[in-house]
């Protein structure tokens, strides 16, 4: 599976983005969790939002809670990030990945998934 990111841009804090991450060469119905993730500069990685089709769970970071949701559209083989109320400190690289093990979105968020797409940059500034 191909995995691409796109979305990104500048916005103002406060402002909103949609990320959205496109399949191709793959169904994502054949994965079983697909996620979003984030790195910013002199930073780790860190697991945003996910999502499992093996148990049907959602995770959410505890710094996007309330204000990003994660949704898929599998007739289009995509997955969104909504982004909402954005601040600063949302500034990063955003990734899509997906993975075809069974496993909870909880811990494709935390440990990471086997296929990503290259990142969208997301930059919030005034």
């Known amino acids: 599976v191909q995995l691409q990111a796109s979305g990104g841009g500048l916005v103002q804090p406060g402002g909103s983005l949609r990320l959205s991450c496109a399949a191709s060469?793959?169904?994502?119905?054949?994965?079983?969790?697909i996620g979003w993730f984030r790195q910013a500069p002199g930073k780790e990685r860190e697991g945003v939002s996910c999502?499992?089709?093996?148990?049907?769970?959602?995770y959410y970071a505890d710094s996007v809670k309330g204000r990003f949701t994660i949704s898929r559209d599998n007739a289009k083989n995509t997955v969104y990030l909504q982004m909402n109320s954005l601040k600063p400190e949302d500034t990063a690289v955003y990734y899509c990945?997906?993975?075809?093990?069974?496993?909870?979105?909880?811990?494709?968020?935390?440990?990471?998934?086997?296929?990503w797409g290259k990142g969208t940059l997301v930059t919030v500034s005034s």
């Open positions: 990945a997906t993975d075809g093990a069974q496993m909870s979105a909880a811990h494709g968020c935390r440990y990471g998934m086997d296929y």
């Open positions: 060469g793959s169904t994502l119905l054949d994965y079983y969790a």
């Open positions: 999502i499992s089709s093996s148990d049907g769970s959602e």
